[in-house]
């Protein structure tokens, strides 16, 4: 191919990109103003107060007085068993109570758990909770915890009702 031919083929090739590149940015339509949008960014929060129990504060107790020579080796003049401190006391805190359904005492765990698998197929949340006297070990099967007591008293109700169950009781638990 001549010279001057392969100039203007160039040429035309640099004129057709520019314009492909140039032309749409002053032949295509302003952008629309966008809508400003706000976040209100919420305060940090604050550190957390940990529950956290000190340890009472000890003090350095020598356990063994020892001296090290050339002539007499290692020598232990003295020795004092280590004390060991109390454990620090422990303030019991006070719970959340809850309110249960005792549905009935048994003296044999497989009558209860009959009837615990019974309230909980009809759809109670029902458990057996055993204890100790001093006739021997008895079994209380109980419904609920609920956190309402006229709540523990509308299962009552309903556990008469449906189960013909007649001497529920609702006691505080623990």
Same mark, same amino acid.
């Given at each position: ?66 001296? @090290? ?5 290692? /020598? ?41 698998? /019974?309230? /909980? ?33 509308? @299962?009552?109700? /309903? ?11 609702? @006691?505080?638990?623990?």
């Amino acid at each position: 191919m001549e010279q001057p031919l392969k100039q203007r083929l160039i040429g035309a090739t640099i004129v057709i990109s520019l314009a492909v590149i140039f032309l749409p940015m002053f032949i295509g339509q302003k952008p629309a103003d966008t809508d400003i949008i706000t976040i209100d960014i919420p305060t940090e929060p604050s550190e957390p107060t940990p529950n956290i129990q000190t340890l009472p504060e000890q003090k350095e107790e020598i356990v063994a007085k020892v001296s @090290i020579s050339k002539e007499s080796g290692v /020598k232990i003049s003295e020795q004092v068993p280590p004390t060991i401190p109390s454990p620090p006391e422990v303030k019991t805190v006070e719970g959340i109570s809850a309110w249960v359904v005792q549905v009935g005492s048994f003296s044999d765990s497989k009558n209860a758990n009959s009837l615990a698998s /019974k309230l /909980k197929s009809a759809g109670f949340t029902a458990f057996v909770e055993p204890s100790s006297v001093k006739t021997g070990d008895i079994f209380r099967v109980r419904v609920g915890p609920e956190l309402d007591k006229e709540k523990a008293e509308a @299962i009552s109700v /309903k556990l008469q009702k449906e189960q013909k169950l007649s001497n529920t009781i609702v @006691i505080q638990y623990p």
